[in-house]
């Protein structure tokens, strides 16, 4: 087994474009900064990261409930959250090349001009830091003015906030409880870049978990620990992972204690999840703006409290591009190198290709019949029957396949298939017939390598 390796980020950009798991948003345009489009690859990839996390996070527990909010919610809450008067940057500008950065972060900026050195290093005057709103404006109606100023939101949490009455009264359930949900949120970075790792429109996955104050502890423990655990059992690595506690300088003034779940990308450690404690802050704002009672009444204990919230969250593209890093090797063969992405089954975007090992014989009808199959069983497959089988193989590997059925002539005359794994690259033969549950067995019982 060759050694991992998290290449170099365009190493990684070049194989995103070249097997179509991302693009350069509008770029018969001349692209637009910083924006992607996903391709056919890119799209599985993320429904499947979004499957795997609602699974564990949702699906699984009987605790957590979905929701889906509004992009765009009432003005008025972004005021109450803080976001409109506090949600922002420190920006400086710089008189000579005209770039933009963020005043709190230059030691990692570089000047386009001198690459190798830092903003206002270039013989340029940077501006004074002035105060850079990060949210998306837009308007509500015919008319543009004032009264109709609306945002795109910046996050997810807020619409569970507003709807914890409705889904408490609904779905019949009580504290501890979750909600969670997947959806887009936008933020005008002033910085974005390293691919995707930080772009201004992103899928984030949130959950609220509502606690009795006297649990807060024991929750944001448990939750802490399931989250980082998650990602190992997804198949990353552990050694380029780390939690890393907040100081009481970096939390937000209404949290008690947030960590970072940390990955070791090729440009550095860099927050890839977040779990953080609320306390009850966002409940009371809510309430008090609105007029509308947000407290929760336990029938037992017949103690009136407003919940105290745990929230794991993280960037679902951010999650993806981290799986695909991490993923990637080149492992040295005989007669060549391997690339392969090392991808947990779950997630990958092809979970099978199917081969005819030639195009006669009837081979590829027979292989067809084998694709409809597995279709029905709801995995995603993929069908090539262009060039050898080596290169077939060649071309799975790099995009993460885990499996490859191929048919060939003891298929004809038994109903048996030979799959290939991925990542040992051994091969058995399967009776048609038990192909799926043999599948599925694999991909339960998947540890990397």
Known sequence: MA?????????????????????????????????????????????????????????????????????????????TSGHVGGFSDPMVDCKKCKSRFRADKLDDARCPEKPSKQPGQCEGELTEPREFNLMFKTNLGAVESTSSVAYLRPETAQGIFLNFKNVLESARIKPPFGIAQIGKSFRNEITPGNFVFRTREFEQAEMEFFVPPDEEQKWYDFWRKARFDWYVEMGIRPEKLRMREHDKEELAHYSTATADIEYEYPFGWGELEGIACRTDFDLKR????????????????????????????????????????????????????????????????????IFPLVKKDGMPEKAKEVEKLLRRARMSVFYDEAGAIGRRYRRQDEVGTPYCVTVDGDTLESDVVTVRDRDSMEQEKVKISELPTYLLEKMDGWKRQ
Not at 46 to 52: E, Q, S
Not at 288 to 302: I, N, R
């Open 3 to 79: 050694k991992p390796k998290s290449g170099p980020m365009d190493t990684i950009v070049s194989l995103c474009k070249r097997r179509g798991f991302v693009f350069p948003a509008s770029e018969i345009y001349g692209g637009i900064g910083n924006t992607y489009d996903y391709g056919p690859l890119g799209v599985e990839l993320l429904r499947h990261v979004k499957d795997a996390w609602w699974s564990r996070v949702v699906t699984s527990r009987e605790d957590v409930v979905g929701l889906d909010s509004a992009i765009i919610q009432n003005p008025q809450t972004w005021v």
């Open 286 to 353: 809510h309430s008090e703006a609105s007029g509308k009672d947000l407290v929760y009444f336990d029938p037992q204990t017949k103690e009136h409290y407003t919940p105290y919230v745990i929230e794991p969250a993280g960037g679902i593209n951010r999650m993806a591009l981290t799986f695909l890093i991490d993923a990637y090797e080149e492992e040295e063969l005989e007669k060549d190198t391997r690339v392969v992405l090392r991808f947990h089954p779950e997630i990958a975007p092809i979970t099978c290709a």
